[in-house]
């Protein structure tokens, strides 16, 4: 359902924003980066999510995506 979809999209954001907040106390360069990278694949979840409830709004779902 898209609801769903855009429910773990959310869900993907907060844990992006706690990451980043988490990088930004840390003062070990390298595991910064690490941290902003895996928020950045956070943000790249959502978006996938996002579109797939958008997509899934305008045909009906299949059981498979269920």
């Known amino acids: 359902m898209s ?3 855009l429910d ?3 869900e993907y954001r907060q844990r992006a924003q706690e990451i980043r ?3 930004q106390r ?3 360069n390298e595991a910064r980066e690490q941290l ?3 928020a950045e694949r ?3 979840l959502a978006q996938e ?5 958008h997509a899934a709004g305008s045909k009906p779902e299949s059981q498979s995506e269920a």
């Open 36 to 38: 902003l990278e895996t």
């Open 8 to 10: 773990k999209a959310g």
């Open 42 to 44: 956070f943000e790249r």
């Open 49 to 53: 999510e996002e579109r797939k409830a």
């Open 21 to 23: 907040t988490i990088a």
């Open 3 to 5: 609801g769903d979809r």
């Open 26 to 28: 840390i003062s070990i």
